[in-house]
């Protein structure tokens, strides 16, 4: 076995899904994504599958899905990119950030995370052999501070990955924040990359704020976006990458490398899925608001504190009352108590978090979340 892999070991969202089948327990640890993806989608299916057959595509993807993804992107946040030269189509988000950081990074060099952040980041840079730089974000709304982020860069920086809406906090990076982001890049020529997977999925009337359309980001940034998340299909492994022509270019070389295409069949069925009409997305984000004040109710009655997420489908649970050392304590106490299943903070996290923290995922149908609420509200987890 390679060095690469020293430390790389089944991941603790994996391992606590485990736990949840032994026990019978409710798991919102992992995004399953039991919420079905849209029926409409799915009776096109067999007719697109005749129609575009089963091979390959071109390595950047077939036309019709890339032409969806930049008019997708135009009308939720106004980002502008060209089709045929600034878009590819990859096996998911998390190959479109394999071939990106494959194709433009070196061994050894130096790549900003901010923690806490989606724990995939740490393992890929791990394979490439690539240096994590962590910023702890700031205070309890876990923001950018453009202190701590300066002091974390280094002769071998030479990328940040940022997440909005994000992935462990819910968060979503204001304009204010990006700028930050954009001049710290500019000033040491960094490479940006902001995975924007939930982009569909925000609480409240401001729509999505794609990091690439903020101040000179444009031009080094590559947006990683998903269709797992925004129609509920995680296992067609479909998404892609957008940016500059010199970036993608060599991105679209990396990932032919990698795994010659993206599924092209579920390309086609992917690109009605990116021009499903208004309606679809706000009644999807109406799902997701509901389902994210239920969860919420059931820590509170638990006597916790989950924050309030702005986006994505998680919730950021403060276990601090349990009184525990640490998160890890805190999810086994939750799964113990109560048998529902969460994620420890400390997955997200390269240095040990402040507090104990939990994730509880809330992307999951009605009557499990109804369930977890009871369990949460008629457990007692505040003591050991
Ligand atoms: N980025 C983030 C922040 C995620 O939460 C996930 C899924 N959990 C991914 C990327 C992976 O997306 P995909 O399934 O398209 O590879």
Request: net charge negative; aromatic share 8%.
């Amino acid at each position: 076995v390679a060095t690469r892999m020293r430390g790389l070991q089944q991941s603790a969202l994996g391992a606590m899904t485990v736990r949840c089948q032994e026990l019978g327990a409710l798991n919102l640890a992992q995004g399953l994504s039991q919420v079905p993806p849209p029926a409409s989608l799915l009776a096109e299916g067999a007719r697109e599958f005749e129609t575009v057959g089963h091979s390959y595509s071109q390595p950047e993807g077939l036309a019709v899905f890339r032409e969806a993804v930049a008019g997708k992107l135009k009308r939720s946040s106004g980002l502008s990119v060209e089709p045929t030269t600034q878009v590819l189509a990859t096996v998911g988000a998390t190959g479109a950030l394999m071939a990106t950081l494959t194709a433009l990074l070196d061994p050894g060099d130096g790549v900003v995370l901010f923690e806490p952040f989606y724990s995939y980041y740490l393992s890929s840079l791990q394979v490439l052999n690539l240096r994590p730089e962590p910023v702890r974000l700031t205070g309890p709304g876990f923001r950018i501070a453009e202190e701590s982020l300066r002091a974390a860069i280094t002769e071998r920086t030479r990328a940040m990955i940022v997440c909005t809406p994000n992935n462990p906090t819910g968060r979503r990076l204001t304009a204010a924040e990006l700028k930050i982001v954009s001049a710290v890049a500019e000033e040491h020529d960094l490479l940006v990359i902001t995975d924007e997977v939930y982009e569909d999925i925000y609480f409240g009337p401001d729509p999505h704020l794609a990091a690439a359309t903020v101040g000179g980001l444009a031009e080094r940034t590559v947006t990683l976006g998903s269709l797992g998340k925004s129609f509920s299909v995680p296992g067609w492994r479909l998404g892609y990458a957008c940016g500059p022509e010199r970036l993608i270019g060599a991105i679209r070389i990396a990932a032919d490398s990698l795994v010659v295409c993206a599924p092209a069949p579920l390309q086609a069925l992917g690109a009605r899925a990116l021009n499903l009409d208004d309606d679809y997305y706000r009644g999807f984000r109406a799902m997701y608001d509901r389902k994210r004040r239920l969860l919420a109710e059931g820590f509170a009655a638990a006597g916790l504190s989950p924050n309030e997420p702005e986006g994505a489908y998680y919730l950021f649970v403060d276990c601090s009352r349990m009184g525990v050392p640490s998160g890890v304590a805190a999810a086994e106490r939750l799964l113990e108590n109560g048998l529902v299943g969460t994620v420890p903070g400390e997955a997200f996290y390269l240095n040990p978090p402040d507090r104990p923290y939990v994730r509880a995922c809330f992307s999951v149908p009605d009557d499990v979340l109804a369930e977890a609420v009871d369990r949460l509200a008629s457990g007692d987890f505040l003591h050991g």
